[in-house]
Each structure stands twice: as C-alpha cells, then as structure tokens.
C-alpha cells in the first residue's frame, strides 16, 4: 500500500525556520516525483512545486520561488518541506502528494499524505 | 497560466439524486498527443487529504465507486454522482495538468438536502 507519512502539526513564531517532512512507503521512492500542495483555512488547493527523489530535478510554483525550499533524504524515503523564516500568512495547512513530471507537465497526484499544520503566531 | 473556474459553488441533493458538477478551463486542456483531456477530479472529505478520483477527465481511479463519472472535452467538464450517498458529502475539485503551474478549481462543497 503506498503510503505517504507527514510530521506533525507545528506551532511557530514569526521569523522562525521549520522545517517539515513527508515520509513514503509501499512503493519506489525515486521513480515519482513528491508535490507539495498547500491549503489555508477553509481555502482551496494551492500548488507549491515538485521534487524528484530520484535525481536533482525541482520546479517551483512562480508563487512560492524563493519562499520555501524542497529538499529529499533518499537514504530514509524523505521529502521536507522547510523555511528560513516564517510569516503569519505561512499559517496553513500543508499535504505532500505523489505524481509524475514529464517535460515540465506535472500530472495527477495519486497518494497524499495526511497534512501538517503549520500555525505561525506572536 | 490556466485559470480553473468550477459551478456551483455549493449544492444540496437529496439522497439518491443527481449531483453534477461543472468545470471550466480558461484555454483548452487537450492533449494533442494522446487526444485525451489532461483534467483530474479530486473528493476531499472534512479533516482529511483530498483523494483522487478520476484522471484524464473520464478515467476512475481504482476503488473509486462507478457513481462517480467525469465527463467533457476542451475546455468544458463535468463530474457526476449519479445517485448520491450521505459518505458523498465533501469539497471536490477539479485540476488541470496540461500546463505549467497544475492548477485546481476553487472547490465545489457538495452537502445533503
């Protein structure tokens, strides 16, 4: 059973770092990319950018370039998802999911994992 | 980019009644090299991760129930529950993988009347 596994829910004040992670299993870590979708209060779905375990391949949303950065642990079947210095409106909830890229078309993510949710507050 | 805008908003249906949902894309969303449409369709129930239930815009996904059905071409779709149950309440959205940034649908909350 493919399985994807977050950390869990943060709180943090404005200006912290965090970093959050996105633990797979039930199937080859490298062969699909990890998206990560994010999903404030009572809002939509929001496309962050992609990371290929299998190789150095990252694309970033235009919206989110700059703001928070990909990174995988092969070794332990891990994305993260971090950032260097957190704002309020970073106050959300955040889902990695599983999918395909191919010549920049990300396709459809078949397996999510539960969320994190990240709360930024003074 | 590709803007996904969905109707209605929110709907109520009797138990056991049509439900349908629409979707529409600001360009066209076909793939020219395989004729299918590069639209996804996605349930998401409250307190949980949405769920996939139908890709390039008709195909189910394995274990989604055959109530479920998409429909449309172009720019044009449709999600259908043909005879709604109460495990049927959530948001669904729609998302289009045919260009870069995949975008998703504003969300459409389905309830029970």
């Known amino acids: 059973e493919v399985q994807l596994v977050q950390s869990g829910a943060e709180v943090k004040e404005p200006g912290e770092s965090l970093k959050i992670s996105c633990k797979g299993s039930?199937?080859?870590?490298?062969?699909?990319?990890i998206a990560w979708v994010r999903q404030m209060a009572g809002k939509g779905l929001e496309w962050m950018g992609v990371?290929?375990?299998?190789?150095?391949?990252?694309k970033y949303s235009p919206s989110f370039q700059g703001q928070v950065t990909f990174s995988v642990d092969r070794s332990t079947s891990t994305a993260y998802l971090q950032w260097s210095s957190l704002k309020v409106s970073d106050t959300a909830v955040y889902f990695c999911?599983?999918?395909?890229?191919?010549?920049?078309?990300?396709?459809?993510?078949?397996?999510w994992g539960q969320g994190t949710l990240v709360t930024v507050s003074s | 980019d590709v803007v996904m805008t969905q109707s209605p908003d929110s709907l109520a249906v009797s138990l056991g009644e049509r439900a349908t949902i629409n979707c529409k894309s600001s360009?066209?969303?076909?793939?020219?090299?395989?004729?299918?449409?590069?639209l996804a369709w996605y349930q998401q129930k409250p307190g949980q991760p949405p769920k996939l239930l139908i890709y390039?815009?008709?195909t189910r996904e394995s274990g989604v129930p055959d109530r479920f059905s998409g429909s449309g071409s172009g720019t044009d779709f449709t999600l259908t529950i043909s005879s709604l149950q109460a495990q049927d309440v959530a948001v669904y959205y729609c998302?289009?993988?045919?260009?870069?940034?995949?975008?998703f649908g504003q969300g459409t909350k389905v309830e029970i009347k």
């Open positions: 999911a599983r999918t395909s890229m191919v010549r920049d078309i990300v396709y459809w993510f078949d397996a």
């Open positions: 039930g199937y080859k870590f490298t062969s699909y990319y």
């Open positions: 990371i290929y375990p299998g190789g150095s391949d990252i």
């Open positions: 360009q066209s969303v076909l793939n020219n090299s395989n004729n299918k449409n590069s």
């Open positions: 390039w815009a008709s």
């Open positions: 998302q289009q993988y045919h260009d870069f940034p995949p975008g």
